[in-house]
């Protein structure tokens, strides 16, 4: 079981909006960086936001962020097909001194 | 461009020892803090180990602690991974991550990964 809940899977039709929700507690989310990552099947993970809200170059800005308390959000626009994949949050957790994801969220493009 | 290639992985008993090493490229690798990631088969990513730029502050995940150390050599550009006792668990995909800051904190570029697979 992950300290951070994520919702196992989303859907949404192309051009559609989706968001995809991170719970954590006050030791990870609350008072860290909180970050999202895309794994495409087959591919190494690409880091989309950091700080929760902050895009590395190169990122479309169809991808944002938002943090609020000890929960983060990852919002997609004007969602494609290419952007099935799964996506995990993640934090350092300072009561446990260690790096944690969460369980990971798969997104379906209807 | 950022490269970090891992390298070590393999086939190997429980209980034996493996180790995983990464070279890394086109960035100052003693500015960086460094992670290791791994997917297990079906499963999530999980964190499991990592290093500030100068190996003051090492961090481990509690299925990892004890068996498992983390080192790095900043005149080689390598990160290292000693695993020993290994279990069937430890099976997985491991990436070599870096940060984005000397701290850790963002892991931000992956490796594409070394296999690891426990079994008799």
Known sequence: ?110 | DVQLVESGGGFVQPGRSLRLSCAVSGFTFDDYAMHWVRQAPGKGLEWISGITWKSRTLGYADSVKGRFTISRDNTKNSLFLQMNSLRPEDTALYYCVKDRYQILAVPEDWGQGTLVTVSS
Do not use: M
């Open chain 1, 1 to 110: 079981q992950s300290v951070l809940t994520q919702p196992p899977s989303v859907s949404a039709a192309p051009g559609q909006k989706v968001t995809i929700s991170c719970s954590g507690s006050g030791s990870n989310i609350g008072n860290n960086y909180v970050s999202w990552y895309q794994h495409l099947p087959g591919t190494a993970p690409t880091l989309l936001i950091y700080d929760a809200n902050r895009r590395p170059s190169g990122i479309p800005d169809r991808f944002s962020g938002s943090k609020s308390g000890t929960s983060a959000t990852l919002h997609i626009t004007g969602v494609q097909t290419g952007d099935e994949a799964d996506y995990y949050c993640g934090t350092w957790d300072a009561n446990l001194n260690v790096g944690v994801f969460g369980g990971g969220t798969k997104l379906t493009v209807l």
